[in-house]
Nanobody, 126 residues
Framework: QVQLMESGGESVEAGGSLRLSCTASVNDYRTSCMAWFRQAPGKEREGVAFIDRRRADKDVSDSVKGRFTASQDSAKNAVYLQMNNLKPEDSAMYYC???????????????????WGQGTQVTVSS
């Protein structure tokens, strides 16, 4: 069983920064792709950052590009989401997800990830 543990969510003021962390309990094909999703009340869960752990490729969604950066520490079996210049619209529950890498790369859609953490709350006040 794959377990994901997130941390780092807090309440901050607009313009502030946070760093979210996610540690996986295993390091095998089941966690070959890891991602950060977020979900605000009344909205659909959206992908924010995607990490191809085999190729060490990282990407973030257009909505956060230039402000958020994804990274990984293979030795710690962890991935991170550095969030800078936070805005009130970034307020959401942030989830770490893990899944199997496909031939063409890591998936981008919610239902393509098999394992999920419990989430960590980020609240940005104006």
């Amino acid at each position: 069983q794959v377990q994901l543990m997130e941390s780092g969510g807090e309440s901050v003021e607009a313009g502030g920064s946070l760093r979210l962390s996610c540690t996986a309990s295993v390091n095998d094909y089941r966690t070959s792709c890891m991602a950060w999703f977020r979900q605000a009340p009344g909205k659909e869960r959206e992908g924010v950052a995607f990490i191809d752990r085999r190729r060490a490729d990282k990407d973030v969604s257009d909505s956060v590009k230039g402000r958020f950066t994804a990274s990984q520490d293979s030795a710690k079996n962890a991935v991170y989401l550095q969030m800078n210049n936070l805005k009130p619209e970034d307020s959401a529950m942030y989830y770490c997800a893990a899944g199997v890498r496909a031939v063409l790369g890591c998936p981008r859609r919610t239902h393509e990830y098999q394992y999920w953490g419990q989430g960590t709350q980020v609240t940005v006040s104006s």
